[in-house]
């Protein structure tokens, strides 16, 4: 296995920790590092730098609690404070969203958690997303922490975005690179048969932006496949036809294997992942099982999206800047 060894300005000439690819393309774990400590700038640093090289890092044995998390979260940005959070959160940190709030949100629309699942992730594609995708501003990045977990199944899986662009032939490159995507809140939901709670409830909280279909990195300059599932319907100025088959092919090309990592979960595992170029599809293998999974996530507030035109993304409804 290759393994790339951090490095910083120190007298030793070394941070200490380590980051091990995982993958072709995407994830690293890094050894060496206790994150509910005191972390030194050159060790944030080499942790910045492995997020932007592998898009999604790895930390195990981890004993942060939600004051460590968010403390350890700033050094690399603003926490948002997400509004509708669940009971599972923790009142006293607004910045952290407990995912077991999950549980509760199939039940506010008259369904079992399990058919609401169903209902959001009928293909395969439609589970994956980044985080707040319909957002004009979505997240810069995201730490996910695991507090409780199953025996087995739970595991999570990232794609790398900047390799799914870079694999398409250079024709498709260059029609892709112009065009424009509208990603809103709720489309991949599969509508229960008469009324459906859940569908007014989208139709009264819409939330919907219009996001360059390839997004330049704001920092590494590299070219983002910038689809998923969850959010993105309609490609701007495209017919139905031409809509239908060129998304399903950028989404297969989205989620090719060899751009994936997969992720087993152990209680004190922490994912930190830039949220700008990657998408993930969370665990359905589990719902059926009786036991808990909880984690805990801090998202840290990103910028407009701009396209290979510099463009940047327009807020369609239910969303601005900075607003959350």
């Given amino acids: ?3 790339d060894r951090a490095t910083a300005d120190r007298p030793d000439g070394a941070t200490g920790i380590e980051v091990r690819p995982a993958a072709g393309h995407i994830g690293a774990e890094i050894t060496g590092v206790d994150l509910a ?27 942060l609690d939600h004051a460590g998390q ?8 603003e926490p948002v404070a997400p509004r509708g959070r669940g009971s599972a959160s923790p009142q006293d940190f607004p910045e952290i969203e407990t995912t077991a709030d999950r549980l509760e949100l199939g039940g506010r629309f008259g369904m079992e958690h399990d058919e609401w699942l169903r209902r959001r992730r009928h293909t395969l594609l439609r589970g994956w997303h980044c985080d707040h995708g319909a957002r004009v501003d979505p997240p810069m990045a995201t730490i ?7 025996p087995y199944g739970g595991d999570t899986t990232w794609s790398n975005l900047a390799a799914a662009y870079a694999g398409l032939s250079l024709p498709v490159r260059e029609f892709v690179d112009g065009l424009r995507a509208e990603h809103r809140l709720g489309v991949g939901y599969q509508p229960r048969p008469g009324d459906d ?15 360059p279909l390839v997004r330049v990195h704001p920092e590494t300059g590299e070219r983002i496949l910038y689809v998923n599932g969850y959010y993105v319907e309609q490609i701007a100025g495209l017919s139905r036809a031409e809509n239908g ?35 993930h599809l969370a665990p359905s293998d589990n719902a059926h099982l009786d036991f808990p ?3 805990h996530r801090v998202m840290l507030a990103g910028d407009l999206p701009r396209g290979v035109d510099g463009r940047p993304s327009e807020p369609i409804v239910g969303t601005e800047p900075g607003r959350w």
């Fill in 1 to 3: 296995m290759t393994t």
């Fill in 37 to 63: 400590g005191d972390l030194d700038d050159s060790v944030i640093a080499a942790i910045r730098a492995a997020v932007l090289r592998w898009k999604v890092v790895f930390f195990r044995g981890q004993r």
């Fill in 70 to 77: 968010v403390a350890f979260a700033r050094r690399f940005g």
């Fill in 144 to 150: 996910l922490r695991a507090e409780t977990v199953p």
């Fill in 197 to 211: 709670a859940y569908v007014r409830h989208l139709l009264d909280h819409q939330v919907a932006s219009l996001h």
């Fill in 245 to 279: 088959a060129i998304l399903e092919m950028l989404l297969d090309q989205a989620t090719r294997p060899e751009y994936t990592v997969r992720f087993r979960w152990e209680p004190g595992s922490v994912a930190f992942w830039d949220n700008r170029a990657t998408i």
């Fill in 293 to 295: 999974r909880t984690m």
